[in-house]
C-alpha cells in the first residue's frame, strides 16, 4: 500500500511494530523525528527511511510546519500493526 499522512507539529503515532509488513517512508515536507528500535533518526525533506517487520517504531513531528510524507507498506499494514506502551 502506498499513502500520503500529515502529521502536525508536535504530534506523532503510537509506538508501534508490524508482525509482517515493512515500511518505507519518504518526506515530502518537514522534518520527521524517527524513533526506530530505540535510536532517533531526524529524516528531512527528499530522504527516506526503511523500517523493517518487527521492528518497533514511532514517528513525531518535533519541528516547525506540517509534517508530510508517503508511506509504502509491503504487504499493506492494514490490521498488522502491534502497539507498545
Known amino acids: 500500500s502506498v499513502i500520503q499522512e500529515r502529521v502536525p507539529t508536535g504530534c ?7 508482525t509482517q509488513a515493512e ?10 523525528s524517527m524513533e526506530l528500535e530505540g535510536k532517533i533518526f531526524t529524516v528531512s525533506s527528499q530522504q527516506g527511511i526503511h523500517i523493517p517487520a518487527g521492528a518497533k517504531h514511532q514517528l ?22 502491534v502497539e507498545l506502551q
Open 23 to 32: 515500511q518505507f517512508f519518504y518526506i515530502l515536507t518537514g522534518v520527521a
Open 60 to 81: 513525531s513531528n518535533q519541528h516547525e510546519g506540517d509534517l508530510v510524507f508517503i508511506v509504502t507498506s509491503t504487504p499493506p499494514s492494514h490490521g498488522d500493526r
Open 12 to 18: 506523532s503515532e503510537v509506538r508501534h511494530y508490524h
